[in-house]
């Protein structure tokens, strides 16, 4: 999955360095082992081995780091990385700051690796290279099983506990919050577009499956977060429909619009009030289809 296409660009560079695999570890040309490595992007900006934990001294050695991993491997330029630091005003010295910056994650990198002498983070003409070969990042696992559930290698029996499955990578915001820069945000912003998308993915497999008590607190604890997806609205008002709560299911539809007519001055969409009459007129619908089609004619045979 290639994630720093879409927020930024990398120096061109030659490195010799490539992944040669020997006896099941990632080696480089010269035959030197390189440790394996987790890096975790969600919700912490951290890596571990079995030496221990990396320990990263405020946002600058954190943002560093994020900016390095999101480029999977990819040479990075000094430019680059002091917009994804300091953004418009970097401080005096600030080539300077950077090669410190570096030399002191470098060091803490050596740390937890296998052997301390190997270093994955290398100088490359005017920037930068982190190297992951042998390594584990975790937003690279997401998007990989993300794509793999799209592809339709998991049966539709399997699918909710293998969404679930994947969904428990999320330990919460990209970065803890971390003070982070424009390609990294652009890198947030695409996985969490990810992660909605496989929740949505979830409840359309659960109601098929009529576990729509399940995600009905899960629905509501989304839209606390995201008011506005209608998606997340239309498939709890079927499950409260399917639960018996009429009335709530028509409060979900009348929250919108009170929300969206206040702060946007916008309306529901016309699919999200196909959602409204269909409750409204007990449509038998809803209790088979989680997606309805828009503006309905013929509704299918109750359920028994």
């Given at each position: 999955m290639q994630l720093f296409n879409a927020a930024g660009s990398s120096?061109?560079?030659?490195?010799?360095?490539?992944?040669?695999?020997?006896?099941?570890?990632?080696?480089?040309?010269?035959?030197?082992?390189?440790?394996?490595?987790?890096?975790?992007?969600?919700?912490?900006?951290?890596?571990?081995?079995?030496?221990g934990e990396l320990q990263l001294a405020g946002y600058l050695q954190q943002s560093l780091l994020a900016a390095l991993l999101i480029a999977e491997g990819k040479a990075v330029s000094r430019d680059y990385l002091i917009d994804e630091i300091w953004g418009g005003d970097p401080p005096n010295g600030v080539e300077n700051a950077v090669q410190a910056h570096v030399s002191r994650l470098r060091r803490k990198l050596s740390a937890i690796e296998e052997d301390p002498r190997e270093t994955r983070l290398t100088t490359q003409n005017s920037g930068y290279r982190l190297l992951l070969d042998g390594a584990r990042l975790d937003i690279s696992k997401f998007l990989e099983e993300y794509e793999r559930l799209k592809s339709?290698?998991?049966?539709?029996?399997?699918?909710?506990?293998?969404?679930?499955?994947?969904?428990?990578?999320?330990?919460?915001?990209?970065?803890?919050?971390?003070?982070?820069?424009?390609?990294?945000?652009?890198?947030?912003a695409h996985i969490?577009?990810?992660?909605?998308?496989?929740?949505?993915?979830l409840f359309d497999c659960d109601l098929e499956h009529f576990e729509h008590r399940r995600i009905i607190p899960?629905?509501?604890?989304?839209?606390?977060?995201?008011?506005?997806?209608?998606?997340?609205?239309?498939?709890?008002?079927?499950?409260?429909?399917?639960?018996?709560?009429?009335?709530?299911?028509?409060d979900v539809y009348r929250g919108l619009h009170s929300q969206l007519s206040e702060d946007l001055g916008l309306a529901p969409s016309p699919a999200m009030r196909e959602y409204e009459r269909a409750v409204l007129e007990q449509d038998p619908s809803l209790h088979i289809l989680s997606t309805l089609p828009l503006r309905a004619r013929h509704p299918v045979p109750a359920h028994r």
């Amino acid at each position: 999955m290639q994630l720093f296409n879409a927020a930024g660009s990398s120096i061109a560079a030659t490195d010799r360095t490539e992944p040669n695999k020997k006896h099941g570890q990632m080696f480089d040309l010269a035959g030197r082992g390189i440790g394996v490595l987790e890096f975790r992007l969600l919700g912490t900006v951290s890596a571990t081995s079995a030496k221990g934990e990396l320990q990263l001294a405020g946002y600058l050695q954190q943002s560093l780091l994020a900016a390095l991993l999101i480029a999977e491997g990819k040479a990075v330029s000094r430019d680059y990385l002091i917009d994804e630091i300091w953004g418009g005003d970097p401080p005096n010295g600030v080539e300077n700051a950077v090669q410190a910056h570096v030399s002191r994650l470098r060091r803490k990198l050596s740390a937890i690796e296998e052997d301390p002498r190997e270093t994955r983070l290398t100088t490359q003409n005017s920037g930068y290279r982190l190297l992951l070969d042998g390594a584990r990042l975790d937003i690279s696992k997401f998007l990989e099983e993300y794509e793999r559930l799209k592809s339709g290698v998991t049966g539709t029996d399997r699918s909710a506990p293998e969404i679930r499955r994947i969904l428990t990578m999320w330990q919460g915001p990209m970065y803890g919050g971390a003070m982070v820069g424009q390609a990294c945000q652009a890198v947030a912003a695409h996985i969490d577009e990810v992660r909605l998308a496989l929740w949505e993915f979830l409840f359309d497999c659960d109601l098929e499956h009529f576990e729509h008590r399940r995600i009905i607190p899960e629905l509501q604890a989304l839209l606390v977060e995201h008011p506005y997806n209608e998606r997340f609205r239309q498939q709890l008002m079927v499950a409260l429909y399917r639960s018996g709560r009429q009335t709530e299911a028509l409060d979900v539809y009348r929250g919108l619009h009170s929300q969206l007519s206040e702060d946007l001055g916008l309306a529901p969409s016309p699919a999200m009030r196909e959602y409204e009459r269909a409750v409204l007129e007990q449509d038998p619908s809803l209790h088979i289809l989680s997606t309805l089609p828009l503006r309905a004619r013929h509704p299918v045979p109750a359920h028994r």
